[in-house]
């Protein structure tokens, strides 16, 4: 009996083994907003995989944000209906419109972040409001931050910044705006109307430096404030750096390097993480990629990534750990999808350990 396990143990091993070496462990989803798509690209290598999501699928039209929500799945924001489409994590298909739309006013979703309390939060471009839905049900509970709120005038990228407040690019306004991270009241323009030459600011994102990275529509630049104070710092990737001439979507990618998409380059740029200066194309066009608005890493579906945060580590396990014995469809730690986590889930995270972006 222990010889028969040691060999479906070593069997089970190897075919593991097999499995991870065949697949790439990390992977960029990019929203290709000119044919509503949204695609797969390896990373680091920009090779690309497959559509994740085909053009117009589940009525998808002009795809802007992407999250990663707390059931593991992908949310997308859609510009030309005003919903929140969910699609399923490892295979792409439709799940629902998360958001039905124009729930709760909702127009033109230009942004879109999972709080910490694990609600939705949406930039509703036309209403100049900040919109709140359930986490789970997707249901409307209320303007989180008023129409207008302390002069917000069309909000585009939102961000829960390392002090738990929200900020808010305002475009109309050329400012970023602060409100209390739990009640919504307006707190400040943490960055003033025009400072640093901020011209139509489109995404924000806080650096690992702890500062403060804003892309510039009008400009095509990616201006750094002072995550503390709001000072402007410089013009972190200068118009024309690389040849870029446009910036929508950024980020910082697992290898700590930071990430233009491109919209009119028709490319997604990659950029020295500290010093701002131009690598190289982390994906140089192609005929699947119309208009990138956004870019979000992942681990590879195919891994036990359970809380979606790009690595399998301890995290994970203790996951599995705290639902082990839990039956029923779809739950997150159910690495094997037998509707059961189990020891068959634990193997699956152990052999999976470390890896991911
Ligand atoms: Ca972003
Ligand atoms: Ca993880
Ligand atoms: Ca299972």
Redesign the pocket.
Known sequence: MKGQHYIWLSCMFACLSLSVAQAQNCEALVSSWGNSKILRYDHPSGNFISDMVPSGGGGLAGPLVMAAGPDGHLYVSDRFTSAIRRYHWGTGAFIDEFVPAGSGGMEIPTGMTFGPDGHLYVSSRRASAILRFHGTTGAFMGEFVPAGSGGLANPF?LVFGPDGNLYVCSRASNSVFRFDGATGAFIDEFVPPGNGGMAIPY?L?FGPDGNLYVSTQLVASVLRYDGTTGAFIDEFVPLGSGGMGSAF???FGPDGHFYVAARFDQRVLRFDGVTGEYLNDFIAGGAELNDPM?VLFRANPSLPDINRDGRVDDVDLLLVLFAFGNTGNNLPEDVTGDNRVDDDDLLMVLFNFGLGC
């Open positions: 990228g995404d994102v979507g950024i980020e956004d």
